[in-house]
């Protein structure tokens, strides 16, 4: 019960839903960077949503089947082939032992997610299969897929082909994207034009986007209010001493590109954060394409909390569409 | 101390004791961490301490972030007769300073730095108001360290000198981030020593490297059996400078998988500490020498 990679694509990993409990040792989260789009893909094709499936990033792998399943891809519109035939996205489709699974060139978005019946059944390390390749953890030998991989799967259940998730419901950011941002953390370091500035200017993704963390670039830089550095901090007004840091926080070294943390990021450092990018918008994040212009939008925390049901609700009702 | 609380978004707190960093603020980031956890607040899922903040991650679905903020701030009290004493382990770590690798990675990120014309060592000993470079390293091993937060990447530890603040080292972070450090380089940034548990970025000024394996995600390494990340905040270390000939055979006894960590149980006391940090080192020391 596997599958053989033939190609890897460009970045491809192992990813569930993460690995919480650990971060208090430096251990991220890690999990699928579009959580929505892997509980989906998974749900198309009969998995616990917390099924480990592929995280493939602009490209998609050449996967040969030693078993037939069903497969679902989400995310990123990067079109699937099974033995050169296409595949519609967000549906489930039959692949045969044998058969090879393809993908077009990406069309939009950043990131695909493979669900394969039965889930992935590689070894879990500390609750999670989602692969931290910085520190060799989870995944398949602790790394991105590679060629030869023969990669396991476990038992799935029979669903029918077809399962589909309803156009309307499937979420990706739109251009310029939009994420809702609670200042909070150290937002009081930076003077009140600099936050005014922030959430006014038109942002870019910068190349430097990874599953660390998302560069922007093109907004005015930072300034800082004055003070003197705390002692241990560091000589920067950026510095602060040594922190933990949440996920979907958002640094400005230096005071020049904020840099959005996610789902591998550090667990702490030395930069101040100016707030979290909320947590219904962390999956969008996962689906920028370097250049996509970007804007920052202030929320409350009630709205924050709004934003996060309106997700959940979505999600329900596809859970509703396809039980 | 005025404690300052903060949403992280909607899934965090973040709780920061004081701006600057003490073993004070560190020992009320542990007392206030360990009355998290054992409030057992439904919806928490990570607790993490920091040298002298901490952030509490949850599930919004299971509490709001208000009540979770209330809740939080409701154990404030505690970190005034929050213990002040730790039953914990000095640990003797090996240093190769001014070891080969990690001299050919500064070299080769020259252009990062404050001061391209010399190393990290020589720079930070001239800044620390130091004659030689000698005596910068002897100043860096001969007290012990405190180990204030576990993070930034798996299993790194940020180490915290037990000397007076007039004594104390500090030096600035690279002006822009290395892409490469060697794993377990011995490192500086602010006032905090670390260890590159893996290899990777990094910013901190490099001093040397141990050969002592801190990280181990196979979990074959001996003493990484029970778990693959060897440091927790309160450990207290010693480093031991070695030459490249002690270098070679610890190396050798790792790779055999024969090589045991120097560890020994001790107490360690805030007051009595900051009564006579000389002589209360000189005791902690002395706990290694009949390992």
Sequence with gaps: MTFKVINPGLLTTIQDLGRPGYFHLGIPISGAMDRFALRAANLLVGNDEGAA????????????????????????????????????LWTAFPIKAGQSLTFDYLKGGARAYIA????????????????????????????????????????????????????????????????????????????ERAGKAFFDDEWKVAPEADRMGVRFRGGQPIEFAPREQPFGAGSDP?????????????????????????????????????????????????????????????????????????????????????? | MHIRYSHGGDEHIFVEIGEEMS???????????????????????????????????????KISPDEMMTKVKALEHKA???????????IEIPVYYQDPWTHETLMRFRERHQDPSGSDLEYAARINGYDSVAAFI???????????????????????????????????KYLRPRTDTPKQTVGYGGCFSCIYSVRGAGGYQMFGITPMPIYDPTQTVSYLKDFMVFFQPGDIVKWKPIDRAEYDTILAQVEANTYAPRIREVVFDLEAFKADMDGFNARLMEALNDV
Excluded at chain 2, 80 to 90: A, F, H, S
Aim: hydrophobic share 40%; glycine share 10%.
């Design chain 1, 53 to 88: 499936g592929l995280e493939a990033v602009f490209m998609g792998p050449l996967l040969e089947f030693e078993v037939d399943a069903m497969v679902a891809v989400t995310g990123a519109i990067l079109p699937p082939r099974v033995d050169g035939e296409e595949q519609p």
């Design chain 1, 116 to 191: 394969i019946s039965g889930g992935i059944a590689t070894k879990p390390h500390l609750g999670s299969r989602s692969t931290y390749p910085i520190g060799s953890l989870g995944g398949f030998d602790g790394r991105p897929l590679a060629t030869g991989d023969m990669v396991p799967l476990g038992e799935g259940k029979t669903v029918k082909a077809g399962r589909t998730v309803a156009e309307a419901l499937r979420r990706g950011p739109g251009s310029p994207a939009e994420l809702r941002v609670l200042p909070g953390l150290y937002w009081h370091l930076i003077t």
């Design chain 1, 238 to 323: 950026s510095n602060i001493v040594d922190g933990c840091y949440s996920y979907g926080s958002i640094q400005v070294p230096g005071g020049s590109e904020p840099i959005v943390l996610h789902r591998d990021a550090v667990s702490g450092g030395g930069y101040f954060t100016l707030g979290a990018v909320v947590s219904a918008d962390m999956d969008l994040i996962g689906q920028l394409q370097p250049h996509t212009p970007t804007r920052f939008v202030r929320v409350t925390l009630e709205e924050a909390l709004t934003a996060r049901r309106d997700r959940a609700a979505l999600l329900a009702r596809i859970r509703e569409d396809l039980s």
């Design chain 2, 23 to 61: 073993l004070d603020a560190f020992f009320i980031s542990l007392s206030l961490t360990r009355a998290v956890r054992e409030a057992k607040i439904d919806g928490v899922t990570e607790v993490c301490p920091a040298n002298s903040s901490f952030q509490v991650k949850f599930d919004p679905d």
């Design chain 2, 80 to 90: 005034e007769d929050g213990e002040k004493t730790l039953k914990t382990r000095i």
């Design chain 2, 138 to 172: 002897e100043a860096h091993h001969s007290s012990p360290w405190f180990v204030s937060m576990v993070g930034f990447v798996a299993g790194l530890p940020f180490l915290y000198q037990l000397v007076d603040r007039d004594r104390q080292i500090e030096v600035p």
